[in-house]
C-alpha cells in the first residue's frame, strides 16, 4: 500500500507536465481546429527560458544588486517566463500559422513542425550541444507519511499546476475574453461575423498555451534539472495524445487525460520492465480510443462538419 | 505563328526537346564526365570531380567557386542542352515512332537510358552511389505515403512503422538463412540463393507492414478526421517500443549484417515497379473512388462508393509499399535499429510529401529527389542545415499550400510523346 501511494505521488507530479502542455494542444485546436506540433518545442523554449532568467535572477543576487529570497526569484522565474514564452508562441503563430489560415489544415501541421526543427536547431546553434542544468531554487526538504516519501518540491509542482489549472478554467468561464474564446470554439465561421477578430482570439490562445507550457518546463526543470533541446519532442508528442484522449478542445478532459498518461506511465513501468512503458502505455490508448473515437469528453461530429 | 514569335526567349529555348532527347543530353554529359571529368578538374584547379555538381565544395571553399561552377556549366549544362538541342529532331522522330509502335516498348527504352545515366553518374564514387539508392528509396516512401495522405485526404503518420516492419521482417528472412547469425547459428542455404529470396522477402516485408496497417484501419476508419493522425502515430511510438524489446532482433542495439543484396540496379527496378503500380492504382476507379471520398465522403456514399473499404484497400497498399522501401533499406545501411524509425523519420517523410505535392505522382519525385539532394548538398553547413530547410518548407507552404506540383496527373504517353514546335 505504501508503495502505491509512493508511485501515486510520482504519477501525479508526472501527469501534471503532460496536463499543462497537453492544455496547449487542446486550446489551440478548439479554436483553429489544427495541432500546434511546435507545442513540444515551445515546452522546451519555456524551460530554458526559466533557466535564463533563474540563473540571471541569481547571479544579481549574487553580485549583490538586488536581494531577493530564494522563494521571490521562483515565483519571478515563473512569472517572467510566461510572459517571454508567451510572446514566443504569439511570434509562432504570426509566422506559422496566420499565413495559413485558409489553407488546407495538413500544410499547417507541416510548418508547426518545421518551425519545432528550427526551434531545436537554432538552441543548439545558440547554446551548443551540452545539457545545462536548472538551479535548484527551493531546497530539498523531504516528509515522511507513514513510509511514503513526498518532498516540498513535489508537493509544489502538483499545487502549482493545479492552481493553474484552476485559475485557466475560471478565465474560460467567467471572463469576458473566455467567452469569445468558448464562442470561437463553438462556431469560428460564424463569431467573427459578431464582431470578434479571430486573429485576436487565435494570439490569445497561443500566448496562453505557451505560457503553460513555459510553467510546466520551469516545473520540470525543478523535477529533473537536466534540460537538452530535444526534451521537448518526447514530451510534446506524448502531451498531444493526452489532448486527444481528453477530447479534442476540451480543458477538462485535457487536464484528466494528461494525469490519466502520468498514471499509466508510472504504474506500467512500476509492474513491468521499464523498457516496455512506451509499448503498453500506447497500447492502452489504443483501446480506449478504439471504444471512445471522441476522447472522454469530446462530441462526435458528423462528417459535413469537417470542411 | 505570332504566338511562338512572341515566346519568351528562354522557353524557346527549351522547348520542343522530348524527354527521349534529354535523356540523350544527360547520358553524353554523364560521358563525358567519366572520361573528361579528371582532366577538367584538374585544369580547373579543383581537388577531385564535384561529388554532386559543385555544392558540398562550393559550400566548404568558396575560393573554389568559379572553377566548380565553370565545371558544371562545362560539363553538365552545356552538353546537355546543344546535344538535346541539335538532336530535337531525331529524337522526336525516333520518340514519336516508339509511342506509335507501343507505349510499353518506348518506356522501356526510356527508363534503360535513364539507368544508363544514373549508372554511369554514379560510377564515380560510391558516395554517389549511396546518396541516389537513399533517394529512390525516398520515392517509394513519399509516393506510398502520398497515396494516404494526398489523394485520400487523411494524414497518417505511422510511415516509419510500416518502414520498421517491412525493414525487420525483410531483414529476418535474408539475414536467417544466409548469414551465421543468432537465428539459427549457422547458414543453411547457400548465399548465392540470397539474389532470388530477396524479392520474396520484401514482399513478405511488404505484407508485414500491410498486417500492421490492418491494425491502425480497422479501428480508425469507423469515422472520419483527424482520428487517423493519433492511431497512426500511437501505431507508430508501438512498433517502436515493440522492436526495442524484441530481444531475438537485437533491441536497441539493432539488427545488422544483412548481406549486400540492395545493389542500384535491385533499388532502381523496386522503385520504377512501385511508381508504376502506384501511378496505375491512383487512376484506376479504385484511385477516382479515392478522390471522391476525400472530397465528399457523403457524396461518394451516395455514387455508391464502399467508403470503408476504398479507405482500408487504399491505406493497406500504402503500407505495403512503405513495407517494401523499408525492407529496401535496411539492405542498403545494412544496419537498422529502431531509433531510426522515429519522429524525425515521419517529419521527413511528411516534409516530402507536402514539400512535392499533394495528390500526385511528379510531385512526390520532386519533393523526395529535392529534399534528398538539398539535404545532401547542404551537409556543410552542419547545423544550419536543419534551419535552412525547414524555413524552406514553411515559405513553400506559404506561398503554395499544397506543395509545387499538386494535382498533377502522371500520364506515360504524354510524357513519352514527342514535343512539337509550334502547336
Request: net charge positive.
Amino acid at each position: 500500500m505504501v508503495f502505491f501511494f509512493q508511485n501515486m505521488i510520482n504519477a501525479l507530479q508526472w501527469g501534471s507536465f503532460y496536463a499543462l502542455i497537453a492544455l496547449g494542444y487542446s486550446m489551440v485546436y478548439s479554436i483553429l481546429m489544427l495541432f500546434n506540433f511546435a507545442h513540444g518545442d515551445i515546452f522546451m523554449v519555456g524551460a530554458y527560458i526559466g533557466f535564463g532568467v533563474s540563473t540571471g535572477l541569481i547571479a544579481l543576487t549574487a553580485t549583490g544588486v538586488i536581494a531577493l529570497p530564494n522563494w521571490l526569484i521562483l515565483v519571478l522565474t515563473i512569472l517572467f517566463s510566461m510572459f517571454l514564452t508567451s510572446l514566443v508562441g504569439m511570434l509562432v503563430e504570426r509566422i506559422g500559422y496566420r499565413p495559413l489560415r485558409d489553407a488546407p489544415r495538413a500544410s499547417a501541421a507541416i510548418t508547426g513542425l518545421m518551425i519545432g526543427i528550427i526551434l531545436e536547431t537554432g538552441n543548439l546553434a545558440l547554446l551548443g550541444a551540452r545539457r545545462v542544468s536548472f538551479p535548484s531554487l527551493i531546497e530539498t526538504t523531504t516528509y515522511n507519511l507513514g513510509g511514503v516519501y513526498i518532498t516540498n518540491k513535489k508537493i509544489m509542482i502538483v499545487v502549482v499546476s493545479l492552481a493553474i489549472m484552476l485559475a485557466l478554467d475560471q478565465f474560460i468561464r467567467r471572463s469576458k475574453w473566455g467567452m469569445a474564446i468558448r464562442a470561437m470554439a463553438f462556431d469560428y465561421l460564424v463569431v467573427p461575423l459578431m464582431g470578434i477578430s479571430i486573429n485576436t482570439i487565435a494570439r490569445m490562445t497561443f500566448a496562453i498555451g505557451s505560457a503553460l507550457a513555459a510553467v510546466a518546463g520551469i516545473l520540470f526543470g525543478m523535477a529533473y534539472p537536466v534540460l537538452d533541446p530535444y526534451m521537448g519532442i518526447l514530451f510534446g508528442w506524448k502531451a498531444f495524445v493526452a489532448a486527444i484522449l481528453g477530447g479534442r478542445g476540451s480543458i477538462m478532459g485535457a487536464c484528466l487525460a494528461g494525469f490519466l498518461l502520468g498514471f499509466i506511465e508510472i504504474f506500467v513501468a512500476m509492474i513491468f520492465p521499464s523498457t516496455l512503458r512506451d509499448l503498453i502505455a500506447y497500447s492502452i490508448i489504443m483501446l480506449i480510443l478504439t471504444f471512445r473515437p471522441h476522447g472522454f469528453f469530446g462530441e462526435p461530429y458528423s462528417a459535413q462538419l469537417r470542411l | 505563328m505570332t504566338k511562338t514569335d512572341k515566346k519568351h526567349f528562354f522557353s524557346r529555348l527549351f522547348s520542343g526537346i522530348p524527354v527521349l532527347g534529354w535523356l540523350l543530353g544527360v547520358l553524353i554529359a554523364v560521358l563525358l564526365e567519366r572520361y573528361l571529368g579528371e582532366a577538367l578538374a584538374e585544369i580547373l584547379g579543383l581537388p577531385k570531380i564535384p561529388v554532386l555538381f559543385g555544392f558540398v565544395i562550393m559550400l566548404k571553399k568558396p575560393a573554389l567557386i568559379p572553377g566548380s561552377l565553370a565545371f558544371v556549366i562545362l560539363i553538365y549544362i552545356l552538353p546537355i542542352w546543344i546535344i538535346a538541342r541539335l538532336s530535337a529532331p531525331a529524337t522526336n522522330a525516333a520518340a514519336g515512332f516508339l509511342v506509335r509502335r507501343s507505349v510499353g516498348l518506348s518506356a522501356m527504352i526510356h527508363l534503360a537510358l535513364l539507368y544508363a545515366c544514373i549508372h554511369i553518374w554514379s560510377d564515380i564514387s560510391a558516395y554517389r552511389v549511396l546518396a541516389l539508392k537513399l533517394t529512390l528509396i525516398s520515392i517509394m516512401l513519399t509516393l506510398s505515403l502520398n497515396v494516404v495522405n494526398g489523394y485520400m485526404g487523411e494524414f497518417s503518420c505511422s510511415h516509419p512503422g510500416f518502414m520498421a516492419l517491412g525493414a525487420y521482417v525483410c531483414s529476418i528472412f535474408t539475414v536467417g538463412p544466409f548469414i551465421n547469425d543468432r537465428f539459427f547459428d549457422q547458414a543453411i542455404l547457400p548465399l548465392f540463393l540470397a539474389p532470388y529470396i530477396f524479392p520474396v522477402a520484401l514482399i513478405f516485408g511488404g505484407l508485414a507492414a500491410a498486417a500492421g496497417a490492418l491494425f491502425v484501419a480497422i479501428p480508425s476508419f469507423r469515422t472520419r478526421g483527424d482520428y487517423l493522425a493519433i492511431i497512426s502515430l500511437a501505431f507508430m511510438f508501438i512498433v517502436k517500443s515493440l522492436i526495442e524489446n524484441l530481444e531475438f532482433v537485437g533491441g536497441p542495439r539493432g539488427l545488422g549484417g544483412q548481406p549486400d543484396l540492395a545493389s542500384l540496379p535491385t533499388v532502381f527496378i523496386w522503385t520504377v515497379l512501385c511508381v508504376w503500380i502506384i501511378n496505375n492504382f491512383v487512376r484506376s476507379t479504385l484511385g477516382k473512388a479515392m478522390n471522391a471520398v476525400r472530397d465528399d465522403e457523403l457524396a461518394a456514399a451516395a455514387m455508391t462508393v464502399n467508403t470503408r473499404n476504398t479507405k482500408m484497400t487504399a491505406f493497406l497498399f500504402a503500407a505495403f509499399w512503405a513495407g517494401v522501401a523499408g525492407g529496401l533499406f535496411a539492405h542498403v545501411l545494412r544496419y537498422v535499429n529502431p531509433g531510426t524509425f522515429g519522429v524525425q523519420n515521419l517529419a521527413e517523410v511528411l516534409a516530402m510529401v507536402y514539400f512535392g505535392g499533394l495528390n500526385s505522382v511528379y510531385g512526390s519525385i520532386v519533393g523526395a529527389v529535392s529534399l534528398n539532394l538539398l539535404g545532401e548538398a547542404l551537409r556543410p553547413l552542419e547545423l544550419f542545415k536543419w534551419i535552412i530547410i525547414p524555413l524552406l518548407l514553411i515559405l513553400v507552404m506559404i506561398f503554395r499550400p499544397k506543395g509545387l506540383v499538386a494535382f498533377k496527373e502522371f500520364d506515360p504517353r504524354r510524357v513519352l510523346q514527342p514535343k512539337l514546335k509550334s502547336e
